[in-house]
């Protein structure tokens, strides 16, 4: 059974960065695409970046295109989220999830973790 971890969250201040950690385990990383996703209080879990099997190809919603990177590597299981030029809108619950091959915007992944928080203060 694959199991998913998140790490690296916090409480920051407007223009601060900030970097999210996930591991995969119990499945071959290497098979996997693996997304972040996001819920506000009182908001739906929305898509936040995501990233192929291999690395090759990154996708990013817009409100975070330019200020976050997604990254994958291979040899310590982890895909990590970069989080540059915090907004107070980028408080939320972040999500990692990982999904067999295909890689999604949509929250259609097999294994998700139980989220890490960001706060970002004005």
């Known amino acids: 059974q694959g199991q998913v971890v998140e790490s690296g969250g916090g409480s920051v201040q407007a223009g601060d960065s900030l970097r999210l950690s996930c591991i995969l385990s119990g499945r071959p990383f290497s098979n996997y695409a693996m997304g972040w996703f996001r819920q506000a209080p009182g908001k739906e879990r929305e898509f936040v970046a995501a990233?192929?099997?291999?690395?090759?190809?990154?996708y990013y919603a817009d409100s975070v295109k330019g200020r976050f990177d997604i990254s994958r590597d291979h040899h310590k299981n982890t895909v990590y989220l970069q989080m540059n030029s915090l907004k107070p809108e980028d408080t939320a619950a972040y999500y990692c999830?990982?999904?067999?091959?295909?890689?999604?915007?949509?929250?259609?992944?097999?294994?998700w973790g139980q989220g890490t928080q960001v706060t970002v203060s004005p």
């Open positions: 999830a990982a999904r067999a091959f295909r890689v999604s915007t949509t929250p259609d992944y097999e294994y």
């Open positions: 990233i192929s099997w291999n690395g090759g190809s990154t």
